[in-house]
Structures are given as C-alpha cells and as structure tokens.
C-alpha cells in the first residue's frame, strides 16, 4: 500500500467489540442529525460514529437515510439539526472541500467521471502533480495512477479513455481517486455493485489493509456477505430513523438484519429442486458464438441451450464476455458475429432489437439510467414506452386505460411511486429496477434476457426482483440472467455457464453449484 492513501495518521483503534470501545475518541461522529426535504423526514435524530482501524457498515432499504447521513458527513449537505464532529471538536460544513479539508473522503455510488479522458487525467483532474516549472508532470502521475489502480485489479492502461470502459471499470476509477486524496475516513457507498467477483476480492483485501493501517472507513452496501465478511459493526437505518448499531458478531444472520432493516420477518424466494420442466422444449440453441474485437475475440466459440422456463446464468469476471452474448441474442452486438443464434421455435436470428422484440425478446440492461429509463419522463411514460405498439388507435388512445395497465403492473411489479405521472428520477434505485423489468413483462415475451438484474437496489428490492423472476419462469418464461454475484445466480438458477476471457469454462448443473467451482472456472 503506497503512502499517499494513509500517511496522514497510523494510530491504530482497539476492536469495536473491545472494552475500551466507549473511551475512543472517533475519527468522525454524527449526534442527532436531523434533515427534511420539502417537509419528508429523510434523517430523524440520528447518530453514528466511525472509529479509527474499523470498518463500519451501515445498512437500510433505499430511502432509510444512509446517503443522506453520509453526504452530510462528507459536506455535500448540511442538517436542520445536529453536530458532526472530527477527533473530538466540532465542525461545521459548507461542501465538499470542507469535508475533504477534514479529511473525509465519499466515494459516491454514481459516477462522477469525464468521459472524453483518459484514466489518469480524470485521477488527478484539480490536483494533477507539476514539475518545478509549473507543468504537469505526466510520467509521475502515470505511475503512481499505475501504483493504486494495481491494488484495485485494473486491467486497461492508465493512459485508456475512460469512456468506452464498462461501468465496473470506471467504479473502479473512482475508488482510485479516492485512495489518492489521502483521507483518514473513507465512505463507500455501494462501492462493489458493478464489480466482478475478483475484483470485489481486490477491493476486500485493500479494505483490510486501510483499516489495520488506522483508516476508518464507511461501507454502504447491499451486498449483506459483504457486510458480515468486512465489518467490525453494523448500524441499521430504518425510515431516516435508528434502529440499532451492533458489533457485527452480535448479528446471528442475514435474515436477522434484512428483518431490522425493513420491519418484520424477511423469507427469501428461491428456485426450488427439480422445478424445471423435464420435457421443456428448447428456446434458444446457440452454437460456435465468437464475437470479434479488435485486437482479439471478445466471445470465443461459446456454444449452449436454454429450455423453457428454465432460468440460465451467465457467470464469469468483468469482461468475460457476459453481457457481449446478451447483446448478441438481442441483435445489439456491436462485434463481428460468427456462428449460430438460434431463438424461439421459428430458430430465428435478430439484426435489430426491434425485430427481436417483435419476436418476444426483452432485454434489461446493465445500466438502467443510461439505457433502461427516460428519468426525466413519467412512471407511465417509462411502463408503456415498449408496449405503444400494443395500443389499440395509438397515438390515439384512451389515457385512462393505459393509466390503468400501468397500475396493474406496477402493483405486479411492487413498484411503488405516488401516481403515474411522477418522474421516474424521483423513485428509488429499487423501484427504477422493478419498473424495467415490470415494463418489459408487459410486453408478454417469452424469453427474457437480464444483465446485473439487481445492481444498485437493496436486500428488499432484490427479494422482490427475484420473486418476479422466479414466478416468471413458473409460468413459462425462459430467462437468460448475467450476473457478477455468484449468490445470485446460486439461487436463481437452474444451470450456470462460466466464461473465462470470452471461452465457456463449464456449465454447472444446480445439485453442482458451489462458489468456489464458481470461481474456479472463471479464474484464468
């Protein structure tokens, strides 16, 4: 671990658990912060403290208060009422740079990159290095972005334009700007949603290491293996409201704090032994797939079959060439395409979505604010943007009774959101997701192809999400489900394809699937 990310401090705290817990003075604390937002209650008296050599997860449902809470300790918002405090004196925020001054670093789960440069220019952008004479001194950014984007797993040259790389590329950029800005307690909101298995193995051992060096760090997540694998203590947010901070060990399951996290006892979906339908034709046969990049084939000779109603994953490290076979299906690939895609009982093959669509395709995408929504056009807007075709005299058509469609569906759907004319950049990252996939159920397809179907969203909204996609398949439809979260796919799915660098590595059958075979096979 380089200097620049922790040189400030290297006092280590005794464990949470420890006796001497309550005689620590924390890096940063928070008492009885309090925030509304045009008169909605976001944060309620809530307090949290974070202490130096810790890692201290906070968990909630979408709008409990945690990127409220974090964004007023990192400067971004001031509260009503309240006092934060650093190593003991109180504080008093206007922005980011104050935060940052005090050494408070958030890493923000949307990104906030320049796409138009490079790696390196966008880590240093504001405080590039100069030499003597007042230029930027390139070389000396070059290596040290090469130093901590190294600890991180990042493949692409520093010098690589950071705007054809795919999202956990660039997740990965900005939890490299952080570690450059030198903080002594580090917010991590969601910061593994987008990254691959490895690379969320990475980012673990780089958390182990800040905190043993005496880095306090926040980490945000809804990825609850991730929570009882990394942290020291646990505070659950409820409604804006404090419902218990815990030392992790105290926490006997998953269950237990999903279940404190929304109010009553959670009971998790999963695929049931032997649901499948033995006899279940074959609805898409895909042989000799190779899709051809520039330098080397993105997908290589890959060759499989989905039944119907059955469920089939697709797992394997970022840029294994998961979401490149989705596109594929769906007449999107932007590759040179060789061998066969076969799909449906017609064994049809799509040059464009539209045709696949027609064919009863849906396709929901990696990235819902960039390809799956229109965030500045309404709920119903969104529900019926695949479906116009469907309605009888469009663009002429009756409002009400699409209105009334799309309540039914969004009440299928669980999305919640307070009419059909509200904005969907102002429902939660739970509900945008339930709404993509709701809207494309209405389409009645019958083959349904989802990449990171639950990236972003938290314990309650995946339950939902999966509970949708395992009633789906019930009822016949086949699902092809991408995922870098190999739980995930552990219960969702009937069969599990690997891919290693664009080659399938094995297909697991659901009595086989382990997480290390998993992981295993995906490992070149």
């Not at 290297?10 to 420890?18: E, K, N």
């Not at 005090?102 to 290095?129: P, Y």
């Not at 193995?201 to 880095?215: I, K």
């Not at 019930?474 to 489900?481: K, N, S």
């Amino acid at each position: 671990m380089t200097s620049y990310a922790t040189s400030s401090f290297s006092a280590v705290a005794p464990p949470p658990g420890d006796s001497q817990h309550q005689e620590v003075t924390p890096l940063v604390a928070a008492r009885h912060l309090s925030m509304a937002f045009n008169g909605s209650p976001a944060l309620n008296d809530v307090g949290f403290d974070v202490l130096a050599g810790e890692v201290h997860a906070l968990v909630g449902e979408n709008g409990a208060g945690k990127s409220t809470l974090m964004k007023i300790l990192g400067g971004l918002l001031v509260p009503d009422t309240g006092t934060i405090v650093v190593a003991g004196k109180p504080v008093s925020f206007s922005s980011s740079a104050d935060g940052m001054e005090a050494g408070i670093a958030l890493i923000h789960q949307e990104l906030n990159l320049v796409d138009s440069l490079s790696v390196v220019d966008n880590l240093f952008l504001g405080k590039e290095i100069t030499t003597r004479f007042g230029f930027p001194n390139h070389p000396a950014m070059r290596v040290k972005a090469r130093e901590v984007l190294a600890q991180l797993g990042f493949r692409p040259s520093p010098d690589t334009l950071v705007g054809p790389l795919r999202i956990g590329e660039k997740q990965l950029i900005e939890i490299a700007k952080a570690l450059l800005a030198d903080a002594r307690v580090l917010i991590m909101d969601e910061p593994t949603s987008a990254l691959s298995d490895t690379e969320t193995q990475a980012l673990a051992t780089l958390v182990r290491t800040l905190r043993a060096r005496g880095m306090g760090i926040v980490l945000i997540s809804h990825r609850l293996q991730e929570v009882f694998d990394l942290a020291d203590r646990v505070t659950v947010l409820r409604d804006g409201r404090h419902i218990a901070t815990l030392p992790i060990g105290r926490v006997k399951s998953a269950v237990q704090l999903v279940s404190m996290m929304i109010g009553k006892d959670f009971v998790a979906a999963h695929r049931g032994e032997g649901e499948l339908r033995a006899a279940a034709g074959t609805m898409i046969a895909v042989h000799g797939l190779t899709l051809h990049g520039e330098h080397r084939p993105v997908v290589d000779n890959v060759s499989f079959t989905v039944r119907q109603g059955e469920i089939f994953g697709l797992s394997g490290l970022l840029g294994a060439g998961k979401t490149e076979i989705l596109e594929a299906l769906f007449g999107v690939s932007t590759y040179r395409v060789e061998g066969e895609i076969e799909i449906g009982v017609a064994r049809r093959t799509f040059a464009t979505p539209a045709a696949a669509v027609e064919a009863g395709l849906a396709f929901v995408t990696e990235d819902r604010k960039k390809d799956g929504l229109l965030l500045d056009q309404s709920v119903e807007a969104n529900f019926m943007l695949p479906n116009l075709a469907g309605i009888t005299g469009f663009p002429f058509y009756r409002h009400r009774a699409v209105a009334r469609r799309v309540a039914t569906q969004a009440k299928a759907s669980n999305v919640k959101y307070r009419g059909v004319d509200q904005t969907v950049a102002t429902l939660s990252g739970g509900n945008q997701q339930k709404l993509i996939i709701g809207k494309w159920l209405m389409t009645h397809p019958t083959i349904l192809l989802l990449d990171e179907p639950t990236r972003g969203v938290d314990v309650a909204a995946k339950g939902e999400i999966y509970s949708q996609i395992l009633q789906a398949a019930r009822d016949g439809l086949t699902v092809v489900v991408a995922s870098s979260e190999i739980d995930e796919l552990m219960l969702l799915c009937d069969r599990i394809l690997v891919l290693c660098e664009g080659r399938a590595a094995g297909v697991l059958h659901r009595p086989e699937f382990s997480a290390e075979q998993l992981v295993k096979l995906a490992s070149p």
